[in-house]
């Protein structure tokens, strides 16, 4: 089996500040995710990286910058904290069964905790 | 808009009750329906999935329905232990084997099982 790790698990920090979010996973997939969880509002995808040379905005892109470093490792940035920001980030990984019948999967990590003062 | 729309927001039930979640989604080429169970401090973790060609999948005390002419789908679960207590999170897609199709999640519900 594999992981998905985040890193922080906790981020602290000012207004106006920039932020970065790591995400490490073990398990070779092709694809990359990071998603923001407010309380009663789902999941909201933020950007995404189909294969290790991709980056694609999601929904909720506009405030944030992301890197795909290696097929391993995808980084969230948050340009600019807002004030009393209190937001979950969950990155998660996926693999393609292309032209087969299984759709496919996401394995999320437990998550960065961001708190804006 | 592609939107997929959860209730209730939350839930409580007995130990030993059915619990039932239900979603409706708006987009008719969503053909991927997962259902993602969260507990606190963890990220959500795939349950149970079906594709539109069937109206019911079974996995132990886990069943979730489709109904395609309405635009639902539903999960039930039997005998709801305390250990069942979490967030449950349903999600849609327009699933084909050679193209990608990013999932879209509802609101979630937060489950409380009771002693």
């Known amino acids: 089996g594999g992981i998905i790790t985040q890193t922080p698990k906790f981020l602290i920090g000012q207004e106006g500040q920039k932020l970065t979010l790591k995400c490490q996973q073990n398990?070779?997939?092709?694809?990359m995710y990071w998603y923001r969880q407010d309380s009663g509002k789902g999941l909201r995808l933020i950007y995404y990286?189909?294969?290790?040379?991709?980056?694609q905005k999601g929904d909720l892109s506009e405030g944030y910058d992301a890197s795909r470093e290696k097929k391993s490792s995808f980084s969230l940035t948050v340009t600019s904290a807002q004030k009393n920001e209190m937001a979950v980030f969950l990155c998660a990984s996926s693999i393609r069964d292309w032209g087969g019948t299984s759709a496919e999967t996401l394995y999320f990590g437990s998550g960065t905790r961001l708190t804006v003062l | 808009q592609q939107q997929v729309r959860q209730s209730p927001q939350s839930l409580t039930v007995w130990e030993g009750g059915t619990t039932v979640l239900t979603c409706s989604y708006e987009?008719?080429?969503?053909?991927?329906f997962p259902w993602y169970q969260q507990f606190p401090g963890e990220g959500p973790a795939l349950l149970i999935s079906?594709?539109?060609?069937?109206d019911k999948k079974e996995d132990g005390r886990f069943t979730t329905f489709f109904n395609k002419r309405e635009k639902k789908l539903s999960l039930h679960i039997i005998d709801s232990q305390p250990g069942d207590s979490a967030t449950y999170f349903c999600a849609a897609s327009a699933w084909t084997s050679s193209s990608f199709s990013k999932l879209v999640f509802g609101q979630g519900t937060s489950l409380s099982v009771v002693p």
């Open positions: 398990f070779n997939h092709d694809t």
């Open positions: 079906i594709l539109s060609v069937s």
């Open positions: 990286s189909i294969t290790e040379n991709d980056l």
């Open positions: 987009d008719s080429t969503f053909n991927y």
